[in-house]
């Protein structure tokens, strides 16, 4: 019993470095870094993943480790964790902006809502279409791609092979491109249709001066911002999915893994 004990104790450090990169991804990626999920929880589940993707990673691991290595190490680590969630979230910022933007256009983003999971304010189409990308996220099996990708990038960039590079630079701005791209797809239907109620109301305004917009303005681009929303949400899935595909081959062009089949 003290051998093993001796024995577990020697890879300690290696599994460490494995852990801080599992525990990354867990910060910040979609479904894994909600509040929802106790800490506890997301702990556990932290230190299942890492278990499990720990003995792969014994072969490209040095015999000997020192202090500082691993330190390092743990930070490097800590950041393809990050980066990796990040890259997927990137997505979720994208429907979220688009549904801001549309809220605050038609006045929506007056009445702010609570949530108490993520325990900040936001508007309620944002919540909205927040909730509706993560049951589209877990229907299409988000979940598992995000851990495929996770264990791909130990098979790219081995523990302690951490080393910022163009590439990762580069996959940034995919990214952000990516994430742009999907606020235009989804925000701008919505936009589009307040733009032109907008400008139908300036017209109204100098043709019927009696006419008082302020009190049916509001509810009129509420109306046609639900309406809009209503409709384009259904194409919202298509729009997702093919982002979802990209970011996760954007990823693995970065890491330098072929793109799954």
Same mark, same amino acid.
């Given at each position: 019993?003290? $051998? ?9 450090? !290696? ?27 997301? !702990?556990?589940?932290?230190a ?6 720990f003995?792969?990673?014994?072969s490209?691991?040095? $015999? ?6 691993v330190?390092?190490?743990?930070v ?10 990040? !890259? ?7 429907l979220?902006?688009?549904a ?10 007056l ?7 993520l325990?900040? $304010? ?19 099996? &988000?979940?598992? !791609? ?64 009696q ?5 049916? &303005? ?8 639900? $309406? ?13 999915v ?20």
């Amino acid at each position: 019993m003290p $051998s093993l004990l001796f024995g577990f104790y020697g890879f300690l450090p !290696a599994f460490m470095l494995v852990l801080f990169r599992v525990s990354g991804l867990m910060l910040t990626a979609p479904v894994f870094s909600s509040i929802a999920l106790p800490v506890q929880v997301r !702990a556990l589940l932290a230190a299942a993943i890492s278990l499990a993707v720990f003995p792969m990673t014994l072969s490209w691991l040095p $015999s000997q480790l020192t202090l500082a290595e691993v330190l390092v190490g743990m930070v490097g680590e800590l950041a393809i964790g990050v980066l990796l969630g990040l !890259a997927i979230n990137l997505v979720f910022m994208g429907l979220e902006m688009a549904a801001e933007v549309a809220g605050q256009m038609s006045g929506m983003r007056l009445g702010e809502v609570f949530n108490p999971l993520l325990e900040s $304010s936001a508007g309620a189409m944002g919540e909205l279409y927040t909730l509706v990308a993560t049951m589209i996220f877990l229907a299409v099996r &988000g979940d598992h !791609a995000l851990i495929r990708a996770l264990l791909d990038s130990f098979q790219a960039i081995p523990p302690l092979g951490a080393v910022p590079t163009e590439g990762l630079v580069a996959l940034l701005l995919d990214l952000l491109n990516l994430a742009f791209t999907i606020t235009i797809r989804v925000g701008g239907p919505m936009v589009l249709a307040l733009m032109l109620a907008l400008i139908s109301f300036g017209f109204l305004s100098r043709t019927i001066p009696q006419l008082h917009l302020m009190n049916i &303005g509001f509810p009129v681009k509420v109306a046609i911002c639900l $309406s809009v929303a209503a409709m384009t949400m259904i194409s919202m899935e298509n729009v997702l999915v093919d982002g979802l595909s990209e970011a996760f081959d954007a990823i693995r062009i970065g890491l330098g893994v072929p793109p799954a089949a």
